[in-house]
Structure formats: C-alpha cells, structure tokens
C-alpha cells in the first residue's frame, strides 16, 4: 500500500512522498524502511528509520522531515485503521481431514482445523475460521468470518455473530453456578438449561468463561470486547460496545448497559445494574442489586472517583486527626486545671 | 411427567388438574403451555403459559387460577429437583475411535468422545462421560456416572468419586507452586508429587485449577461445588458440601471445613482454616494461617460483617468528624482568648 | 541413592548409616522405609519411619536416633534438591502418529504426544517434552528440555527457551487488548502483531495467560516462576528469578524487574514499574504508571506494609476516638455553661 492510499483511507491529510510503499507497522523506536508508526506529541519526530508516520494536528508544521508524514485527527486510531488495512491477520483456510464433522452440521467455515469436532444440526457459516482442537456442540451457530482459536470449547445450543474472535481456551455455555441448599442431602443443581448470545464483533479472551442462561439466556452484546481470564455468570446480560479487562467477574442476572469500560479485577455481585456510560475502576466491587449510575467508580463497595479519593484522603490525615484531638485533650485538661 | 407424579416426586401438594403432561421447564415470565415454572411470591401468578408452577405455602389459597399448583415447603428447591426428573441431561454414549486409550486402562465409560487420552492403569468406570479432547493421565481413577466436558485434563494419580460434573478446560494435579530459593540459582522446585482427591457428587467450574498434594493431598469433600476459574493450591483440603464461587484463589495447606460458603474472587493465604458453617463475603481477604470462626465475614483482612459495617460507617463519618475537631479547636481557641 | 551421595550431592553432613538406601520422599509424618524426608524444627524428631531425614544445623546433637541424618544449611532446600535427583520426573518419549507436525518444521522432541498440531517454521529441540492436544504455530521456537503439558496453545511467532515448564491449559501469545474508540463505530483493534519471549528455566501455571506485544514484545526472565490463571498483557517485561502467585494480573507495558515476589490476585495498573526486590502482598493494587520501589508492600493502592498497618490500626481506633470527640464536645460545653 502507497502511503497517499493509506491517507485516502484514514482521511488523514498527506505530507511528503505519497508513493512510497508501506508493507508493515511498527512502533516509531524500532520501525524500519516500509514501516508505518505513529506519534501523538506536539513535537518533532524522534529518530526513526519508519517509512511513513501517523501525526496529529498538533505536529509542528514548522518540523523539518524527510519522512511522509500523514497528519490526522486522531493518530493512534488512524494507525490502527491503517495497520489492519497493511497487515491484514493471516487467513486460514482448508479443511483437516481429522475433524470429526456431524453429518448434520452444515458448514461453510473457511477453515477447519485439525481434531476440531463439531456437533449435529450446528451451523458455521462461511468464512470462519475454527482453529486446532475446537470443540463445538449440537444446536450452535457461528456467525460469517468469526474466528475461533484453538482449543475453545463451545456447548449445546450458543449462538455467535459475526466477525467475532474467539481466543484460545475460552469456554461458552457451560452450565451456570446455581445450586439449591437441600437440608437433608446437600445442593440441588437448579436447571441449566438456557442458552447464551453472542452478537456481531465481539472479541472475547483467551481462557474466559460464559456460562449459558439458567432458564434464560446469558447476552455479549455488538461490539463488546472481553479480556483474558474473565467470568460471566448465567443470566448476564452485558451491551454493545461494552470492554471489560482482564479477570473481572460478573455475577448472575447483572445488567451492563451499552458503552461501559469495566477496569480488571472487578467484581460484581449478582442483580446489579450498570447503566450506560459508567466507567468501573479496577478491583471495584459492586455488591448485589446496586444500581451503578453513569461515572467514574471506584472501590469495594464502590464508590465516584471523587468521594473515593476524598474519603481516602480522609484516612490517610487519620495519623493528624488523632494528634489534634490528644492536643485537645491536653489543652481542655488545662483549662480545667485553671 | 404429569402434574401429579411431580407433585409426588417433589412431596407437594397438588391444586388442579393432576394430569396436565409436563415436558420442559422455564421462567415463568417466559413459559409455554407444557412446561413447568416456580413462583415464590405471596401474591397472585402474574400471566403466564406455563402448564404448572410450583408455589410456595404463603401463595394465597383463594387466589383463582386454572393453572395446575404444586404447593412446596421450598419451591425453588421443588422446581430444581422437578426439573432434573422432567428434562435429565442429555446422556451421551459410544466410544470414538480417534481416541487413545492405554491397553492397560479399564474403561467401562458410557461414553469416550473424539480425541480423548487415557494413560495407562487409569480406571473409567460405568456410565461415565468423557468427552472430546480430555486428557487423562495415567493411574487416574474416575467415578460412576462422573462426566468430565471437553479439554479438561486430569494429570496422572487423580482420583475422582462418582456423580461428579468437570467443566471444559479444568485442570487437575498440575503441580503445586512450591519453589525453595537458593541463592546462588534462583529457585529449585519442591516435590510436587502427591495425589488430588475429588470425592462424589463434586462440582467444578470451567477452567478451574485444582493442583496436586506437595507430598500429601489436595482433597475437595463430598457434594462440593467449584465454580469457574477458582484457583486451589497444593494441600488445600476442602470439606464436604463447600460453595465456592467464581474466581477465588485459595493457597497452599488452607483447610475449609464442611458446609461453608465463599464468594466470588476471595483470597485465602496459606494454611488458613475456615470452620464449618463460615460464610465468606466476595472478594474477601484471609491472611495466612487465620483461624476462620463460624459466621459471615468480610474485606480484607476479614472481619466478622458487623464489624466492618460498623467501621466502614466511621470511615464514611471522617468528613463529619473533622469538621467537629475542627469546630472544637475553633471554640477552644475562643475560650483561651477570653 | 544412597544416603551418603545424597549427602554429597547436597553438601549435608551425615550422621548415621551413610548406606540406607533412598528411593523416595515424603512428608515426614508419612514417610515409610526407603522416604527421605526433612525436619526444620530445633528439636527431636517426631516419630517417623523415614530412612533418611535432613535437618537443620540447629538440630540437637545430643538427640539419639537410629535414623540417618542429613545436617544441612538449609534443610529444605537440600530436601528439593535431593527429592529432584531420588524421583526425577517421568520423562516421556515416543511420537504419536496422530500429531500433525508441518513438513516445515523442526522437531528433534523426545516427546510429541497424541493430537499435536505443529506449524511451519517452528522449531522443536531435543528433549522436549509436547504433550498431547498442545497447539504449537507457525514460527515458534521450544528450547530443549521443555515441557509443555496438555492443551496449551502457543500462539505464531512464540520464543520459549530451555528447561521451561508449562502447565495444561495456558495459552502464550494471544492477541493483547488493546482498543481504540472511533465515537462513530465503536472499537478498531490495535494491532497485536508483537512478540512473546519466554526464557530459560520458566515455570508457568495451568490456564495461565501471556499475551503478545502489541507492536513489541512481552517477556518473562531467567529462572521466573509463574503460578495458575495469572494474566500477563501486552508488553509486559518481567525479569528474571521473579515469583508471582496465581490469579494476578499484570496490566500492558508493565516491568517488573529481577528477584520481586509477587503475591495471588495481585492487580498491576499498566506502564507500572517494580523494582528489583520488591514484594507485593496478596490483593495488593497498583496504579497505572506508578513506580514501585524495593520493599514490601501492601493494600490498593499499594503503601509500605508498615504504613499500612499503621494506617490500619487507625482506622480500627475510629470508634474510640469518635468517643473521645464526642467527650471533648460535652466537657467543652460544660466549660462554656460555667
């Protein structure tokens, strides 16, 4: 790709050498000839043998450089555009003989890994891409061009959209954790029995779990991208364009509405309710029920940012407070004594 | 499964139509004519299809309705146990010829999936399920009726009790995490050689981590359930009817006793002992070689739930308090000047 | 082994029957004829029917046994060591025909287990151990003596050096999480096209996750030992001989340096910086950017474990000195009634 068709494409304004060929992306410290970087300061560019940098409007125009430079609203996202576009991810495609495919599975997929097995009346529509090792059980459908990494397992009966990645070891639809206390004979397993959905473009990561609805269905909506390690519980119900970190847990039958950015870490008790917008700070607790307004929280329980760092500085002066109110004391003693 | 044989099956009083046919379950709001719901609300069943529901002894007895009641002490217990009768899993069975198994391994199992591993002198027993992809070791022993979900792996000398349920991705007997620092090299590895215990009618999450005894055992007691992603150490001996929820990590030597209940993503230090009945709030913190008495505990370190309400009030008093020193310094400034 | 080259091997002194013949170890409680076991205690032994037993240099030397001893500096060190070379580990051999290993590629491995995948480019060395259901890429390299158990998958372009030991289930070199907004679709994917580099004498615990770089590389040092479900992100720099416990996660473009301790459920903010002999205790949380120097330390945020204990026993005195508050309102009060 020429450096002029990068810039058509991000609807970034060009600088220098249009023609010049870009065959990868880079960071700027370690970029070489053919590389794109990026840099977002208002300053002149480091030392970098980069072919081809992402700027942004507070560049200096005054900066002397020999290397073309593509000036845009948003640098960073532009060269994430640019870079996908550059180095599109590897397709696989072929089918392994060693796949174990039901007769009634109706596949499409662009690629089948070796020792995938996928089970009767699943659909895995065209263009998908199912990795080494994958198991897929009865009743599931996978949306166009959604990639599913190795060893992932899919149970009975999960829906999943398309353009969605899958990273290796996650596991959808097994059974949710709900059990009745029997006085008499221990736990009871309460029915397990509902479904979960995926929608279109979401990114889940490697080694997470999402347990399949009790008698409902457990929902990732549009857009949403979920980190390594984390656990969705039965009856979740989580929005579009929703991003949780790494090792978050979220309990039964919680709500998560649209455009939520949840930190690592975080806990959330069953029932509760994030509503749009609000932002979750890492290892932030919300206990059962709450409902989580739009904001910046914080804490377990949590709490705003502000009155988080309030109350926190309120504990740190607590060594202070104690000094004035033994000043106090000594100085009322005094007064006494007079 | 007519209304009737539920109402026997489940010890509840029947009100209705006895022979109404049952073949499903499902949330009231959400039933269709022929399945079973639960209602545990002292008022009138709000609209639904459902062929019959379970309610409880305060449902009101004049209330109206065609709707076939099974009136229970508990009835969500009643529903639960309605449920596995009406709809059983799904009971899988053959044996897939990709798998390999040791020649000198008894297998009786009901059903092997593709691509499965059994070491040699591992035992399988009848109407066991072990589906695609799992590993087993050898010198593995597995339960009656025990299914293990698919890419699970069970490293060799695990024994495993009947009526178990694994969830895909499991891992059992990996080695525990013992290392001794030597100061010329780092860490040298301690034995890691002991056995995992899982006695009968166990419960593990997807992707759980149960790792082997050092020298000893790593046990988890009768009619135990782990969720997903928990994290049991080397030597941990958990007792009987435990709940432990998602994403809580427990060190080496802890010692849960029987009938305790733990929330999610809690940390327990090593050899830690929890006593029976213990109740431990989500996300919790027990430091190392705690004594854990009988009650509902919380935070980090852990306190009973009385106490940490209690000091959390004062903490969230701080502002208030400061200003009354600060009010006080003022007055007693003021008396001094006179 | 006889006790005398045990002694010799691990620098002990011997006391006792130097030709007793060892074949085992174990708890010193449970040891049987034939068991090495350790004592670390400054008195008698308790009863035991170890062959052989190391102790400590505190032990006492008027003690009278018939058991032969092994007086070490540190006794639990010598007893890894000795349990190392009495019961090595069970090497495998053999390739299992079912592996699909690429035409590309280039396996010396002692062990290729059933169901292996191997892509091309890759390069397995002598000695390896690739147990069954691994998933290995393209362009990976395994150094010799490595161990990787089963299901783990290792993304392309994966770097993993000798004598590493890598428990089932974890998955190296997943794509990071890594996300730019565009307001007018939601997420574009910042490019993971990076690397991951682990290097010699790295363990790795089951289900744990290690991201690729986003445009460079994460890496794992010398000698670093890593424990179940932990999440290392993009970019990560850990150095060598550091210790980190299960569940912790580690945020992008972290570096954490030589000999640190990292405690379970640990959160890392990203672009943290931990210095060399740092110790982080358990549930601790640092801050993004946050540099973190030698010492322990403790809570979220992160304070020196003295402050924080200090700080903890204010808040624990909270009641009692809203009481003192309170009394010094009411002397005042009187005081300004007189």
Chains 1, 2, 3 share one sequence.
Not at 78 to 97: I, L, T, Y
Request: charged content about 25%; some cysteine; proline content about 4%.
């Amino acid at each position: 790709m020429k450096a002029k068709d990068i810039a058509r494409l991000v609807g970034a304004e060009l600088r220098g050498d249009g023609e010049v060929e870009i065959t990868s992306a880079a960071d700027i410290a370690r970029a070489k000839a053919g590389d794109l970087a990026f840099y977002d300061e208002a300053r002149e560019l480091p030392p970098t043998a980069a072919s081809c940098v992402v700027v942004s409007q507070k560049f200096p125009a005054e900066s002397a450089t020999s290397i073309t430079l593509l000036i845009a609203h948003d640098p960073k996202l532009a060269f994430a555009v640019a870079a996908g576009a550059v180095m599109p991810a590897k397709a696989m495609s072929g089918r392994n003989p060693s796949a174990f495919i039901s007769e009634k599975a109706d596949v499409e997929a662009r690629f089948i890994g070796a020792f995938v097995c996928i089970g009767e009346n699943s659909r895995v529509s065209k263009d998908a891409e199912i990795h080494e090792g994958v198991r897929i059980g009865a009743n599931v459908e996978i949306g166009r061009s959604t990639i599913i990494f190795p060893n992932c397992v899919i149970y009975d009966g999960v829906a999943i959209g398309e353009n969605c990645v899958i990273h290796a070891g996650a596991v959808i639809g097994a059974d949710g954790f709900g059990f009745v206390r029997d006085s008499a004979n221990g736990y009871v397993k309460f029915p397990q029995i509902g479904k979960v959905v995926i929608e279109d473009n979401v990114e889940i990561g490697a080694n997470t779990c999402i347990d399949r609805g009790s008698l409902g269905e457990t929902r990732v909506g549009e857009g949403t991208k979920i980190d390594n390690l984390v656990q969705i519980a039965h009856n979740v119900e989580i929005g579009k364009r929703v991003v949780i970190a790494a090792q978050t847990g979220i309990s039964g039958s919680t709500v998560i509405e649209d455009d939520c950015v949840i930190g690592g870490q975080v806990g959330m008790g069953d029932h509760a309710h994030v509503q749009s917008g609000a932002i979750i700070g890492s290892q932030a607790g919300i206990l059962p029920g709450k409902i989580v307004r739009p904001g910046v929280w914080w804490g377990t329980p949590i709490q705003p940012l502000d009155e988080y760092k309030r109350q926190n500085a309120y504990v740190k002066g607590l060594e202070r407070l104690n000094k004035k109110v033994k000043e106090l004391q000594a100085e009322l003693a005094k007064i006494k004594d007079r």
